[in-house]
């Protein structure tokens, strides 16, 4: 399976400044069909897991522009411009790209400084 | 407004069996390949199974194959979860997700506690 690989695993971050984390696949995730199938999801204190961006940099409806994902091949970056208290919790990447097999990383927990 | 429904959840003992459901509104079931992410306490997230949006295909997690089966029901648009066996380390709360290759909808959960 592709393993993915996030970092850091713990950010503390103080309101208003910018968060950035990381996420590595073991594989490339670019599909045959040219797609990649990196997504990006947050999960919230005693909530179920919500998509924020799909194949790489598309925001879900709803979502603040404030988040942005990047990256290319194996390398992928998910930013938060400036955080806010409502950006709590844990954060994890996804790739589909080896769907059925979708893996995802460790997670990453934000939280306010 | 899309909404998927987990039931079925509770507390069993090791070796027991279990069958969750999730019923699916606002969307067109048929277009969705269909999965169960499972979430052990305080984890992150695990892949257990999926089916294909015509029900035709079905793929397991190494840990789960031989022991779950996946199915859905097209005409009640809703996805079932046949757990046989289980062992502690099934503990997890069990989501119902819709998307293959991009899980874009998310249930709220049920909790499956298996007592060794």
């Known amino acids: 399976d592709v393993v993915m690989t996030q970092s850091p695993l713990s950010l503390p971050v103080t309101l208003g400044q910018p968060a950035s984390i990381s996420c590595r696949s073991s594989q490339s995730l670019v599909h045959s069909n040219g797609n990649i199938y990196l997504n990006w999801f947050q999960q919230r204190p005693g909530q179920s897991p919500r998509r924020l961006i799909y194949k790489v940099s598309n925001r879900d409806s709803g979502v603040p522009d404030r988040f942005s994902g990047s990256g290319s091949g194996t390398d992928f970056t998910l930013k938060i411009s400036r955080v806010e208290a409502e950006d709590v919790g844990v954060y994890y990447c996804m790739q589909g790209t080896y769907w059925p097999r979708n893996t995802f990383g460790q997670g990453t927990k934000l939280e306010i400084k | 407004e899309v909404q998927l429904l987990e039931s079925g959840g509770g507390l069993l003992q090791s070796g027991e069996s279990l069958r969750l459901s999730c019923a699916a509104s606002?969307?067109?079931?048929?277009?969705?390949?269909m999965n169960w992410v499972r979430q052990a306490p305080g984890k992150g997230l695990e892949w257990v199974s999926t089916?294909?949006?015509?029900?035709?295909?079905?793929f397991y997690a190494d840990s789960v194959k031989g022991r779950f089966t996946i199915s859905r029901d097209t005409s009640k648009s809703t996805l079932y979860l046949q757990m046989n066996s289980l062992r502690a380390d099934d503990t997890a709360v069990y989501y119902c997700?819709?998307?293959?290759?991009?899980?874009?909808?998310w249930g709220q959960g049920t909790l499956v506690t298996v007592s060794s």
């Open positions: 606002g969307l067109t079931f048929t277009n969705y390949g």
């Open positions: 997700v819709a998307g293959g290759n991009d899980c874009a909808y």
């Open positions: 089916i294909s949006s015509t029900g035709g295909t079905t």
